[in-house]
């Protein structure tokens, strides 16, 4: 019996249709629409996270430097409660600024002019606003690593270990647990095995050759060259007081912190110190501590008031020495960097701004709130 075999036919074979296709096609786009969405969405997310991130990064660094320099405010390197003397005359406007620095610190409101520094459109220079433009200086004594070793007569010459950073015309302190003293250098010379600090009278700026303790510097006695202070052991009989505790000098600057152009068209942050010129106050080159502020302002609290005021209602009545604390306000912007344009944008389309407000006690003054 023979079996017949039948070949199989091929199976057979079919495509997509255009139908099917255009159906893919559109579920495609669909879904790269919608990854596109959320890319988007999330790359708009890590710009406003990362510019509000910088934000707070240059509001963290400011008020940490800031805040330093307050506490710091009208502080020396012997003590706090020593007596201060200024025996700078006060015959011109520009020691009366140097004569400001017993009081520690200083405010200045955004009309008022701030030597040394000038407002304008300057890389530096202060933003010309009347308000938001707030400025403070910092009355410091520090580099208190120079020794007095010998002042045991009423003379000008104090011998110190060294005069590393001191210059002829500067403005320094010379200060122990009793007394500080303020004086600017006349003289730098070779004495016994250290170095000669001179503070002469006349033109100099001094009002005596000697160390001379008043209330006020009208009360100083520019022709005296007898009895005077001396800063170190001595039976000297024209000391009419002897220093019973180590001696330094230490400059005398201020920190100036203040609103300004930055190089890239905005504002930013700046740290300045006043020098201590011979003849009006000079800043030196100032610092840029923070991309994006655009406005700061400072308010004081008094001892015994309990409302903070503006720098203008501070007055002779109520001096600077006063001052127990400061309120700042600093308004920080987005700026564009690595990130720009929508990306540096609120909801409103406005760049991102953040206003922080940070409160600092004058360490220097504790015992007085």
């Excluded at 001595?234 to 505790?245: F, M």
């Excluded at 002779?316 to 929508?342: C, H, K, M, P, Q």
């Excluded at 406005?350 to 206003?355: G, H, K, Y």
């Amino acid at each position: 019996m023979q079996i017949k075999r039948h070949a199989r036919s091929p199976r057979r074979q079919t495509g997509v249709s255009l139908i099917e296709l255009m159906i893919a096609l559109v579920l495609g786009l669909l879904v790269v629409a919608g990854a596109s969405a959320v890319f988007m969405s999330n790359k708009q997310t890590y710009g406003t996270s990362e510019t509000i991130n910088r934000i707070q990064e240059n509001e963290r660094t400011s008020f940490e430097l800031m805040s330093r320099d307050l506490r710091e405010a009208g502080g020396n390197p012997c003590s706090v409660r020593a007596r201060r003397v200024n025996h700078l005359t006060v015959a011109t406007s520009t020691n009366d600024w140097w004569n400001s620095s017993a009081d520690g610190i200083r405010g200045y409101g955004g009309g008022e002019t701030t030597p040394g520094t000038a407002k304008g459109s300057g890389v530096g220079q202060r933003i010309t606003r009347a308000t938001g433009n707030d400025v403070v200086d910092i009355h410091l004594a520090a580099d208190g690593n120079i020794r007095v070793l010998e002042h045991d007569n009423p003379s000008a010459n104090v011998q110190v270990s060294n005069s590393d950073g001191l210059n002829v015309g500067d403005v320094v302190m010379i200060c122990n647990m009793d007394y500080q003293m303020v004086f600017r250098i006349t003289q730098l010379n070779s004495a016994g095995g250290g170095i000669g600090v001179q503070h002469n009278g006349g033109s100099s700026g001094n009002c005596s050759q000697v160390f001379q303790i008043f209330d006020d510097v009208a009360d100083c006695n520019p022709g005296a060259s007898g009895d005077g202070y001396c800063f170190t052991a001595s039976t000297n009989p024209n000391c009419d007081e002897v220093g019973q505790s180590p001696a330094q000098i230490s400059r005398v600057f201020a920190a100036r912190w203040y609103i300004g152009n930055n190089a890239r068209g905005g504002t930013s942050l700046y740290r300045t110190e006043v020098t201590n010129a011979t003849g009006a106050p000079t800043a030196a080159a100032p610092v840029e501590i923070a991309e994006g502020a655009t406005a700061m302002t400072i308010t004081y609290l008094r001892q015994g008031q309990t409302a903070f005021v503006p720098a203008a209602t501070i007055t002779a009545a109520d001096a600077w020495a006063n001052v127990v604390a400061a309120r700042v306000s600093i308004t920080f912007t987005g700026t564009e960097g690595a990130l720009r344009g929508t990306y540096i944008e609120g909801t409103d389309g406005e760049a991102l701004e953040r206003t922080v407000v940070n409160v600092v006690t004058l360490r220097n003054r504790e015992e007085m709130l």
